[in-house]
């Protein structure tokens, strides 16, 4: 399959990311530019800007773009040394710093590593030329004027080099596409995706809130949010144990030492959280469960009659995330893995990731997220990053590569894609609007029983050491949330929703028969809600339809009489009077089995 950076897409959205720069310079000669990259479904360029950019201003460049476009200029390739690059870029402070970079090597023209020979070029259409190595059609001519669009009309600011100490840009997003009408399709997508956008829906269904006195990305759960959160956690830790999973509980806090042994704190220090001294000694806030539950491990001598041992814990973990890199639920600085580590000998190493593989599509196929792909992730030919002998990888990336053959996965094989310490499978999933979204993920390691010498007693009597297997199946529990509230636009099966059931009585005089069904359906453990406030009836089935909630029952003097309540769904569809029994049996049946339909 063509790789996206090798597609004419790619050339046509690269090359139309120039086209806005120089829109944007001929609206505002005195703008300063810094990077213009294509990105999956469009382009974005930065700018350091005179002014913040108005709906009139971005409408004003889209045009002066299609008008560039339609004049057919050629993009002309050159290679420049750095002192002639900075000559022509004498006015533009980030691409000098961009050249400096370039000429140190080791990096490209956005800054980032790169480890392919650095040569120094630059690209010109028209009147505008922009440092760059491509690549790019041969003319405007190639892109279609019809088929482009300015996709955010509110421009996002965006810190330069990632670095929230440094300068904040106005960031442009733009997409092109080869027809109008793969355009208009993308630009409908965006516009369900908003509509979708789990930060709204999730102030909309009253599931969460952020307070900036608590912090950024720290989320504060509200109750129907801390119940969403509770059926999700009760569902795997129910399924876990019934396949041989031991609960653990481990604290929220380290010594140092213990992630300096586990390799953790060395490799990822700039994602941790600054350590504290606590009488003499430097602590550090969790960032990974795995340590903890080796030490665990090691608390007694196992023998191999022990193994397997499945240990799983909803441990909450604290990532340094930077401002500009927060998103809602799906990249936060406090979140909760679904962590489990696997201890196993060299013969069990098989079966249990194979087990682990049925469990996620196990939850899969319940939460009805059918459109999925593997990831094999090995390390880099090159890489420095990582822990352990080669014999060691080549052992895990051998066991994992075979256990997803015997299962029938369909996979690619993905070089940087390993943790540190191990090889490892991933699962992708895609959502309801085809975007795709990396939850699961298996790994094997050989490495951190080594550094920790772990061991068990063998059949032979020998000391051996295991091996671990991690997973997590949800990954972060706030970000699953974030996908799940995405791919139902938060209409959840009614097993999931944190409200099941709203009662809805036509007038004062049926509120008492309503309380008495609300009793009787929460003596059964169904979720109920009673609206008994002033208004009128359309407008109560209004507010529980926006709510999400799968089931309104309506009683007025007629259903009363009958002991029957009027049955609407959340989707508008009227199911007409039952007896509450009949309602019970139905709605039983929907949720023990997960439905995720409503009938």
């Known amino acids: 399959m063509e790789r996206y950076e090798e597609s004419q897409l790619y050339r046509i959205r690269h090359s139309t990311a120039h086209v806005m720069a120089q829109a944007v310079l001929e609206k505002f000669p005195s703008a300063k530019i810094a990077i213009g990259p294509p990105i999956e479904d469009g382009f974005y360029y930065d700018f350091d800007l005179p002014r913040p950019l108005t709906e009139e201003d971005l409408a004003e460049i889209e045009q002066r773009m299609r008008v560039i476009i339609r004049e057919g200029h050629p993009f002309a390739r050159r290679e420049v040394s750095a002192d002639e690059a900075r000559d022509l870029f004498q006015d533009q402070p980030y691409k000098i710093e961009l050249i400096d970079g370039l000429e140190a090597g080791g990096v490209d023209e956005y800054g980032e590593k790169t480890d392919e020979a650095v040569v120094i070029s630059t690209y010109k259409q028209d009147t505008f030329e922009d440092l760059c190595r491509g690549p ?7 892109i279609n004027p019809d088929a482009v669009s300015i996709t955010f009309k509110a421009p996002a600011g965006a810190y330069w080099r990632g670095d929230e100490n440094r300068e904040m840009l106005t960031r442009i997003y733009g997409t092109a596409w080869q027809t109008p009408d793969q355009l208009a399709e993308y630009l409908e997508l965006l516009e369900e995706a908003k509509r979708r956008d789990h930060r709204k829906l999730g102030q909309d269904l009253d599931l969460f809130t952020f307070s900036q006195e608590v912090g950024k990305g720290l989320p504060l759960w509200k109750p129907k949010g801390a119940i969403l959160r509770d059926l999700l956690e009760r569902f795997l830790r129910d399924e876990q144990l019934g396949r041989g999973y031991e609960p653990v509980i481990t604290p929220h806090i380290a010594r140092v030492a213990l992630y300096e042994t586990s390799g953790h704190y060395p490799y990822y220090s700039d994602s941790q959280y600054s350590p504290f001294e606590v009488e003499g000694d430097l602590f550090m806030l969790k960032p990974m469960n795995c340590p903890h539950h080796v030490h665990i491990y090691k608390s007694e001598l196992h023998s191999y009659r022990d193994l397997p041992l499945r240990w799983a814990e909803f441990g909450t973990v604290y990532r340094y995330e930077k401002s500009g890199e927060l998103h ?17 000998t060299p013969e069990q190493l098989e079966e249990e990731f194979l087990g682990v593989v049925d469990l996620i599509e196990f939850i899969y196929n319940s939460l ?20 352990g002998d080669d014999k060691g990888w080549a ?3 051998e066991a994992i590569i075979a256990a997803a053959d015997k299962r029938g996965l369909t996979y690619t094989v993905e070089e940087g894609e390993a943790a540190f310490y191990g090889p490892k499978l991933d699962f992708i999933i895609r959502d309801a609007l085809k975007r795709e979204w990396q939850i699961s993920t298996v790994q094997v390691d050989y490495n951190l029983p080594q550094r920790f010498e772990l061991e068990y007693v063998g059949e032979d009597n020998e000391r051996h050491q295991p091996i671990m297997i991690h997973r997590a199946l949800y990954g972060s529990l706030e970000r699953f949330v974030a996908v799940l509230i995405e791919h139902y636009a938060g209409a959840f099966p009614a097993w999931l929703s944190p409200v099941q059931v709203r009662l809805i009585p036509i007038a004062d005089r049926h509120v008492d028969y309503m309380n008495g069904v609300a ?22 089935i ?3 339809t926006m709510q999400k909630i799968p089931w309104m029952l309506i009683a007025g003097d007629r259903d009363v009489e009958a002991g029957a309540v009027s049955v609407r769904l959340r989707s508008g569809e009227d199911l007409g009077a039952m007896p509450v029994a009949n309602f019970i049996d139905y709605a039983r049946q929907i949720v023990d089995s997960k439905s995720l339909e409503l009938q």
């Open 542 to 544: 209004r507010e529980a």
């Open 328 to 344: 809602g639920l799906t990249r936060v600085r406090g979140f909760t893995q679904d962590d489990a580590h696997l201890f196993v």
């Open 136 to 142: 790019h059609v041969a003319d405007t001519s190639e």
């Open 368 to 387: 009805g997220l059918t459109d999925y792909r593997a990831r094999v992730g090995i390390r880099d030919a090159e890489g420095d990053k990582y822990v």
């Open 519 to 540: 009793t009787k359906l929460r003596a059964l453990g169904f979720r109920v809600e009673l609206d008994a406030s002033q208004g009128r009836m359309g407008g109560k």
């Open 395 to 397: 052992l895990a990336t």
